[in-house]
């Protein structure tokens, strides 16, 4: 299958969900990663025709969602000065820092454009020679490839009037966050495609060893996010513990390693603030000292 529509076919769906209730046989716990997941989820009710004796526990959800405060203040404060063009995706437009958001700023004379990419910002700066422009430079791993062009690409026109505030996130020790919390109660996790697409999952392996959890790649269609709780659950009547990928038509173990060698000439590793969960140890990004 290549397309989005047969990702959504009721009975394909139907059938995938029958099997779950064949081989379940005991209450289960599964977290999905990623936001994108949680709306698939919500929006075609599959949390409603799931056994009863499996339950969905929400994750970290977006980057939008735990970027903390003190970034958000920050990046409004550099979006009110005058000689700012301040670059967003949409996304951000309405998260609210302690007082204002960036639809406060731009509505109070600030110049505060939406992009639908961090290169758009790039061609704003170079158009823009007398402004400096500033990209909301946010995401998982999934936009950091995107983001760390835009800065080779700046250096590489000469631009010096182009900058991003970084506040990446990453997944793997998020991971090791929520198993290491004394409440934890998640016996296995949807891991988000989008990210392995980029990073692949050889990450992972370690990680679920570690804690003796089992893990499912999904994509973001119906049909993917099934048959990544099926793997789940096939794993944990088994007692197995393992990575099943099941967003093979997009994730390798490998990953893109063209787009993590470019990660590793911008970004390195830092620890960083999730809104609503607090610091994690090197859970993020940050641009390199040069």
């Not at 799931?50 to 929400?58: C, N, Q, T």
Request: glycine fraction near 8%; include cysteine.
């Amino acid at each position: 299958m290549k397309y989005v529509a047969e990702y959504r076919d009721a009975e394909l769906v139907r059938g995938v969900i029958d099997e779950i209730a064949n081989t379940v046989t005991r209450d289960w716990d599964l977290m999905e990663i990623c936001g994108g997941q949680t709306h698939a989820i919500m929006r075609y009710g599959i949390d409603q025709l799931l056994p009863d004796e499996i339950e969905l526990v929400h994750g970290p959800g977006c980057p939008v969602c735990v970027t903390p405060l003190e970034q958000i203040d920050r990046a409004l404060a550099i979006a009110a000065m005058p000689d700012v063009i301040f670059c967003s995706y949409g996304d951000m437009l309405r998260v609210p820092g302690s007082s204002d958001d960036l639809f406060s700023i731009r509505a109070s004379g600030g110049d505060v454009r939406v992009v639908y990419s961090p290169l758009d910002a790039v061609n704003i700066a170079k158009e823009n020679p007398d402004k400096e422009v500033v990209f909301f430079a946010i995401g998982f791993e999934t936009t950091a490839p995107a983001n760390v062009m835009s800065v080779l690409s700046a250096q590489m026109m000469g631009l010096k009037n182009y900058s991003i505030i970084v506040s990446h996130v990453r997944v793997p020790p998020a991971l090791h966050a929520i198993m290491g919390s004394p409440h934890n109660r998640v016996q296995g996790f949807l891991l988000a495609g989008h990210v392995c697409a980029v990073m692949g999952y050889w990450e992972y392996p370690d990680i679920a060893k570690q804690y003796g959890i089992p893990m499912a790649i999904t994509g973001f269609e119906p049909l993917d996010i099934v048959q990544g709780i099926l793997a789940n659950i096939k794993q944990l009547e088994a007692g197995r513990v393992d990575i099943e990928n099941s967003y093979s038509r997009a994730v390798t173990f490998e990953g893109n390693k063209p787009a993590q060698k470019t990660i590793e000439k911008v970004f390195q590793e830092c620890d960083r603030k999730w809104r609503g969960i607090g610091a994690i140890p090197m859970s993020g990004w940050e641009l390199r000292p040069e």
